[in-house]
Structure formats: structure tokens, C-alpha cells
């Protein structure tokens, strides 16, 4: 249901079977033992590791549990209700904000799971339930959550005052299906958010105007969890019933803070583009190098010293789909960048 790697010691592994049957290995997996402190939780029973002391543990079940020594013994568990604990969330940045919720409701810890609040006013009633919680990894205050169901403009939603308020972030972009999972990628100034859905994952920034497709080459199925894996720069996704999958980060385009002024001197056309695009220095540029950067700045194309015929630089964008790209032109001395569409 739920695995995680104690990042101290990847011999220490928690994992979990139905219903909150909680287990630990010390060995790297060799041998278990069973730590749950309680038998009736969820189909997925939610818990999360601290992010500093990989010895505290949060787990809910209709009530919240905290272990400070590995499993070996946890509280009596607070903030009892009568539905189970579906989701749970810890503030990357303190581990004293906690976030648990059921299928309808919200609550706040800000004492590491001693005392809790409620913090569902706000937010969407009906038949829509909570699907997933994630935390801005530099901000304990702001999360987001997203949401199951088939109604259009309820996928996701924000807050930055640690749930007291709440604003509908779904916006534009994203498909009427249900939004399973929502992660926040670290150490990146845009309030990068990648969301799983039924149909794939998507992704959206604080530059864009919209949600962006963010699966190509991701198979057609459900995405029910996202994790950001930060030294390898990748972004993981568990699909039902076709494994896991991984892509390369979404990044900025590289070099646009260091466009000075608009290089009218390299014409980029046909815009729109059915495929073929040219790019044309004047005879005093030299070209070394021109990239393609899709509409979430994802870098899939490169070429260095690029053939110049008749001072003209021939692109073949036929393999990529339609949309918005952005295309870099460095030279000696100055790099230019212009967006074109591609419309095949």
C-alpha cells in the first residue's frame, strides 16, 4: 500500500499491507516485524515520515498515531473521528505541521500531532472526495489537495495560511477525471505542481496560464502517487496496473535571463510550423547552437554547430506534437529565444 525508505539508513524500510498492517525491516528487507499500533484503518492507510527524524512516524486510522523511536511504541493516537484517515501530509519544512484527511474532511496539526483542527471550511462539499495532500516543501502554511470526482472545475485546491482559507486552483488545462495525486517539486522558485489523473499527469508553474499534458511516453492509465526523486532529478509515477514509470523534471528554459535585447537579426519561420522549420542568421551571425523547449521548458531537442545551407539552418520537428515551443538561438555573443506553434 505504502513504502517508505528511512533516508539515514536505506536497511531500515516501513511497508504496509491492507488496512494499516503496518511492518518494519532493519535488514534492507530480509526479515519483518509488524509495528502497527491499530487493525482498522483504510483499504490505504495513510503515514508519513518526519522530515528530519526518520524515527517519527505519522499513521492514521480513525485516529492519529505518532511513534518517536522507529515503531517500537506510539501514542494513543489523537484526533479521533468516526470515518477513516485517507490522506495524510508533513511540512517538508517542519515536521510539526501535519495534515490528515478523510473523504470529506481536513484537519491541521501544528504541535506534531498533539492537538488538530479542523480546517474544511471552504472547501467543496458533494460527492467529490480528498484524494491526496501535498505541502510546499519551503512553506509548512501552503498545500494543495486534490480531489476525485467528475466535476470539472473541482480538481485542486490551495491554501497558504495553513488551511484557514482556501482558493480553487484547478484553472484551465486539466481533464474532467479524477485528480488521484498532487506533488510540489523542491528547491524550484516557480511553484512547480505536477498532478496524476486517470488520464496521465500534468503540470503547471507559476509562469503558465493553464495545467500542460507532462506523460509523453507515459502510458493511458490512472496515476495514483507522484514522488520527486531530488538527486536524480526525476519525477516518479505508479500507474495502475502498468508499473512505475519515470520522466525528467520539467526545468526553465536555460540562458533566457541572459537575452539583452530582441535579436532581429535571426528569422524563425514558418509560424505556425507543419513540421518544418527554418531558422535564418543574417551573414554576420554564426550559430553554434539552437534548442526546442516545450511549453513547460522541458529541453527535447539540441544541436550543436547546426548545418547552415545557403544561411539557412533546416529544423525537423515532425516527431513532436502539436503545441507551443520555445526555440533558443545561442551565437558567439548573444542568445535569442522566440516561441513558435507547431501545427501539423
Sequence with gaps: MECIIDYTNANIIYGELYYGDLNKSTTGGGNWSSIAPDNDGAWVTPYVMHPSNPNTLYIGYRRIYKT????????????????????????????????????????????????????????????????????????????????????????????????????????????????????????????????????????????????????????????????????????????????????????????????????KTVLVYPNPSNGTLFVQPDTKSEIEVVELYDVVGKKVMEIKNPVVSGNIIQLDLSKFRNGVYSVAITGHTEKTIQKISLLK
Design 68 to 263: 518517536t523511536n522507529g515503531g517500537s511504541s506510539w501514542n494513543g493516537g489523537t484526533n479521533a473521528i468516526s470515518e477513516w484517515y485517507r490522506s495524510m501530509a508533513v511540512a517538508p519544512s517542519n515536521g510539526n505541521y501535519v495534515y490528515a484527511a478523510t473523504l470529506t474532511a481536513i484537519y491541521r496539526s501544528t504541535d506534531g500531532a498533539q492537538t488538530w483542527t479542523n480546517i474544511s471550511t471552504g472547501l467543496p462539499t458533494g460527492s467529490n472526495a480528498i484524494t491526496y495532500i501535498t505541502v510546499k516543501y519551503d512553506d509548512p502554511q501552503t498545500l494543495w489537495i486534490t480531489y476525485s470526482g467528475y466535476a470539472s472545475t473541482l480538481k485542486v485546491y490551495k491554501s497558504t495560511n495553513a488551511g484557514g482559507s482556501w482558493t480553487n486552483a484547478t484553472g484551465t488545462g486539466l481533464p474532467n477525471v479524477p485528480a488521484n495525486c498532487i506533488v510540489n517539486e523542491p528547491n524550484n522558485g516557480m511553484e512547480a505542481l505536477y498532478v496524476g489523473t486517470d488520464l496521465g499527469v500534468f503540470y503547471r508553474n507559476n509562469t503558465l496560464n493553464s495545467w500542460v499534458p507532462f506523460m509523453s511516453g507515459l502510458p493511458n492509465v490512472p496515476v495514483d502517487e507522484l514522488e520527486v526523486q531530488v538527486s536524480a532529478g526525476k519525477l516518479r509515477a505508479a500507474t495502475y496496473g502498468r508499473g512505475i514509470w519515470q520522466s525528467d523534471l520539467a526545468v526553465g528554459i536555460v540562458g533566457t535571463n541572459e537575452i539583452t535585447k530582441e535579436d
